[in-house]
C-alpha cells in the first residue's frame, strides 16, 4: 500500500518505484548485480496488463526501447556496468530520436568483464561518453534505498518534460541492500504526446521518430536543436550539503553509497574535534556547480572518495580550478574504502594544511 513502510532490496525497490510511476514496459537482459530488476518486472508487470520481455541481448533492449518509447508509453530497462556499455549506440539514437526512457546502471568492477563487486568506474561513460556524437542526458546518483525510490518517478517525469532519455546510476551496495522504504500516494504525471507513433489519423500529420540525417546541413541544425534543449536541462542540477552550514575546513565530496560511508567517517572525525563536511552531487549530470561554488572560499582543502580510481574529481577540479586544493582517494575493482581510511586520508589533510 501506498505511504507504508516495507523493507525491500535496492533493486526490487527501483523495479517496484518504476511501475508506481507509470511504466508498464521493460525490456532487459539479466547481469549482475541488478538482475533482480527484471525478475521483479516479470512478475509485475504481466497482471497489471505490461509488458516483461527478456531480450537476447543488452544491444537489443536498448532498441526495444527505442520502439515502445516512440510509441508514448513509460519505458525502462536496466542492467549493469559491461552490459549497459553495449546500450551506447542505441542509447545515442534515443537521444537523437528525442524518445524518452529510462536506463537504470548498478555499476560493477570493470574494465572489461570486471567482477560482480560495487564500483563507480562508469561515472565519466554515463556523464560524457555513453552514446556517439554531440549530446547529453540527465544522470541521478541516489545514495540510499528511499533514495532511489523517489528519484525513479523524477526520472520518468524529467525523461518525458525533454524527451530524452535519462540515467539512474547505483552500485553494487545500493542494488544489493535492503532497507525500509516508503513508496509515494500520487498518481504519475501524464505527458501530452502528440509526436508518439500510435497510427496516423487523418487529423495530424504523420509522426516518425528519426535520429537519421545524411545532410550534413541539416543533421547539424537537428543537433544544435538539441543542444538549445540540453542547455536547458541545467536547471535540474541537485546536490547535497551535509554539515557544511558552519564552514568546514575540509570538505569531503562523494556520491552514491560512498558518500553514506563518508557521512559515518565525518561524524567521527567531528568527535574528534575536526571540521569535516559533505558536498554530494545527486545529479551526475548537470554537474550541481550552483550548490558547489558557495563551498569554495570557506573551504581550505576538498577531498573527493571514489570507488574509482578518480572520475567525480575532474569535475570538483574543473569547478574549483587552483583556487583550493583538490586532494583525491579510491580505490577500485569492487574495494570499497572504509571509515578508517577516509578517516586517515582527512587527518593526513589536516596535518598538512596546519603546517602550511
Excluded at 516479470?42 to 496488463?49: E, I, K, T
Excluded at 567482477?115 to 556524437?133: C, K
Aim: charged letters at 20%; a negative charge.
Amino acid at each position: 500500500m501506498a505511504g507504508q513502510r516495507l523493507l525491500m532490496k535496492g533493486t526490487e525497490a527501483i523495479a517496484e518505484a518504476a511501475i508506481r510511476a507509470g511504466c508498464h514496459h521493460f525490456f532487459g537482459y539479466p547481469i549482475t548485480p541488478q538482475t533482480e530488476i527484471p525478475e521483479y518486472m516479470s512478475v509485475r508487470l504481466p497482471p497489471l496488463g505490461g509488458t516483461y520481455l527478456q531480450a537476447e541481448s543488452e544491444v537489443a533492449a536498448i532498441n526495444m526501447l527505442y520502439g515502445a518509447g516512440g510509441a508514448g508509453v513509460r519505458v525502462m530497462t536496466s542492467s549493469s556496468s559491461p552490459g549497459v556499455a553495449l546500450m551506447s549506440e542505441g542509447f545515442s539514437y534515443l537521444v537523437g530520436a528525442e524518445v524518452p526512457a529510462v536506463i537504470v546502471n548498478i555499476m560493477r568492477g570493470g574494465p572489461g568483464l570486471g567482477n560482480i563487486a560495487p564500483a563507480q568506474g562508469d561515472y565519466l561513460e554515463m556523464t560524457r561518453g555513453f552514446g556517439h556524437g554531440d549530446m547529453h542526458a540527465i544522470v541521478l546518483a541516489p545514495s540510499t534505498v528511499q533514495e532511489a525510490v523517489d528519484v525513479m518517478g523524477l526520472a520518468f517525469d524529467l525523461a518525458d518534460e525533454y524527451r530524452n532519455p535519462v540515467v539512474v546510476i547505483g552500485d553494487g551496495l545500493l542494488g544489493q541492500m535492503m532497507e525500509p522504504v516508503s513508496f509515494p500516494d500520487t498518481e504519475p504525471k501524464v505527458f501530452d504526446k502528440p509526436w508518439a507513433t500510435t497510427g496516423k489519423a487523418k487529423s495530424r500529420p504523420r509522426n516518425i521518430t528519426n535520429s537519421l540525417y545524411l545532410d550534413a546541413d541539416q543533421l547539424e541544425a537537428h543537433v544544435r536543436d538539441l543542444d538549445v534543449k540540453f542547455q536547458r536541462m541545467d536547471v535540474e542540477q541537485r546536490a547535497e550539503c551535509w554539515m557544511t552550514d558552519d564552514h568546514p575546513e575540509i570538505v569531503i565530496v562523494a556520491y552514491g553509497t560512498m558518500a553514506r560511508i563518508a557521512k559515518t567517517a565525518i561524524r567521527q572525525l567531528r568527535a574528534k574535534g575536526l571540521s569535516v563536511g559533505l558536498y554530494r552531487p545527486i545529479t551526475a549530470w548537470p554537474f550541481p556547480s550552483r550548490a558547489l561554488e558557495p563551498l569554495v572560499e570557506p573551504t581550505r582543502a576538498f577531498l573527493t572518495v571514489e570507488m574509482s580510481l578518480g572520475q567525480l574529481v575532474q569535475d570538483i577540479r574543473a569547478q574549483v580550478g587552483r583556487r583550493r586544493p583538490v586532494s583525491f582517494y579510491g580505490r577500485a575493482g569492487g574495494v570499497v574504502p572504509t571509515v578508517e581510511e577516509i578517516i586517515s586520508q582527512v587527518e593526513l589533510l589536516h596535518a598538512s594544511l596546519a603546517a602550511a
